[in-house]
């Protein structure tokens, strides 16, 4: 090697990286796309088709038309706190990826690439902390609108992001039980045989009714519920400020579904055993998303002390539960 | 070890210059006509009526507290966890003792009237 293994060692994780955002930004375009197609099937409309073949370049003129869009503040707005706040939101979306093991190291030569920005020993707690810095971006952009229908749905994502985040946490206690590590990349080695949702089917399902209030998607979408408060937090954006809001929604959907995929459905690991690679994850991911959108198509809107209820006296007392059954027999049979 | 939190710092520089790039862009290349109107607070095409930063509803804050309280368990549990085969029956039963001291906060707030938003 002519170059310094550390110096070495940043280049290929600043190639990474800018792989790993350009892939992101990429798979956020066209999950717009084919959300609008689903939804639109299973509406019995069409969907987008006119942009290029079958509708596909329409997130790219998406994307030119947000670009171009004037970039106004309110005359009111906190303008600092107000640009900032789409800012924040995409960057904790984006920085979650950084723990996210996409699949068994590659070798080329003698060089061990693995397919994972940084391997640390704490994956799952840096995930829920930076999902819990996502936050910020909505509460900061909400009350810097100075909007009376920003306020209102920063405020109610909030309550609703902070409820749901307690089953959530304690949802992934059983695997951690069961696997003895925070690490993720651990964790989806450990899944070469048998998936962890065989052994933790009801955390699998708290997590993911909780990732789905977390992620403000249908049937818990009150923060922008449309016919009461416009678009919630971003209604007062545009541009690629609103653009930034936008992405990091459908990131975090990813982040979710990635979360999900290695933590209870064996990540990178094929099924019965058959050879890992990150397709595996992808096509995990997809199957995930399919359902996100399925239920955005199918369910209606919460109430929200029905919301509430959900969150505080459902899911908390039940992952409680499913903590204890598990720590039961997993002493019971000594495994 | 301290050095697994480099890569992790690379992509915060890159996330932020990326943010921070979007946030310039968008500021210059867009058309800029700026209108008393199109400046004012949106409220569904009416005039506004006072500051959107009024006081709101306490539910919230009660809310915000209870996230804390609760939060801070959730943190306890994670080391536990991670460390629950070492533990064993002993770690169960100092968990089961945490978590009942927790439940009567839990049952209280219930009872209380805590979780109901009306």
């Keep these: 090697m ?6 070495l060692n940043i280049i290929i994780t600043l190639i990474k990286t800018i792989v790993m955002i350009a892939a992101l930004l990429g798979a956020f375009a066209y999950l717009t796309l084919v959300e609008r197609w689903v939804v639109a099937r299973i509406q019995s409309r069409i969907g987008p ?57 590659l070798m080329i030569g003698d060089l061990r690439i693995d397919l994972q920005i940084a391997d640390i020993n704490i994956a799952v ?14 509460v900061l952009g909400g009350w810097g609108s100075n909007n009376k229908y920003s306020l209102l749905g920063a405020l109610r994502s909030t309550a609703q992001l902070v409820s749901y985040e307690i089953p959530l946490g304690l949802a992934l206690v059983g695997v951690l039980m069961i696997s ?16 962890n949702v065989v052994w933790q089917p009801l955390g699998f399902i708290i997590y993911f009714i909780c990732s789905v209030a977390e992620t403000n998607r249908l049937p818990f979408d009150l923060p922008e519920a449309e016919t009461e408060l416009v678009a919630g937090y971003h209604t007062e954006y545009s541009s690629l400020k609103f653009a930034f809001f936008y992405m990091s929604e459908y990131v975090n959907i990813l982040t979710v579904s990635a979360i999900a995929s290695c933590v209870f459905l064996g990540g990178y690991q094929g099924p019965l055993g058959i050879a890992p690679g ?29 919301l509430m209820n959900l969150g505080w006296k459902v899911l908390f007392p039940l992952s409680l539960a499913n903590i204890f059954v598990t720590a039961v027999v997993l002493l019971v049979i000594g495994k | 070890m301290p050095s697994d939190y480099l890569p992790i710092l690379i992509m915060l520089i890159v996330i932020v210059g990326f943010a921070a790039a979007g946030l310039i862009v968008s500021g210059l290349v867009g058309p ?3 209108t008393p109107a199109k400046l004012a607070p949106y409220e ?41 085969r070492d533990l064993g029956w002993f770690g169960l039963i100092e968990m089961g003792v945490f978590t009942l001291t927790l439940l009567v906060g839990f049952v209280y707030i219930w009872k209380k009237g805590g979780f109901e938003w009306d």
């Design chain 1, 2 to 7: 002519f170059l310094d293994p550390l110096l």
């Design chain 1, 278 to 306: 990150p397709h595996w994850l992808i096509l995990k991911i997809a199957l995930i998303i399919f359902v996100f959108m399925w239920m955005r198509g199918t369910l209606p809107r919460f109430r929200y002390d029905q």
């Design chain 1, 125 to 138: 707690l840096y995930l829920l902390a930076i999902g819990s810095l996502g936050i910020y971006g909505i």
């Design chain 1, 49 to 105: 088709n006119r942009v290029g073949p079958r509708g596909l370049l329409q997130p790219i003129a998406d994307a030119i038309k947000m670009i171009f869009k004037e970039d106004f503040a309110p005359a009111q707005a906190d303008k600092i706190v107000y640009t900032i706040a789409p800012g924040i939101a995409i960057g904790t979306a984006l920085l979650a990826w950084a723990v996210i093991p996409l699949g068994p190291p």
């Design chain 2, 44 to 84: 569904s095409g009416m005039s506004p009526i006072g500051s959107a930063r009024q006081r709101f509803s306490i539910r919230y804050y009660l809310v915000a507290v209870l996230f804390i309280l609760f939060d801070i368990e959730i943190i306890f549990f994670y080391p536990w966890a991670v460390l629950f």
């Design chain 1, 180 to 195: 003895g590590t925070l690490s993720l990349r651990q964790m989806v080695e450990q899944q070469a045989g048998v998936w």
């Design chain 2, 32 to 34: 800029r006509k700026p």
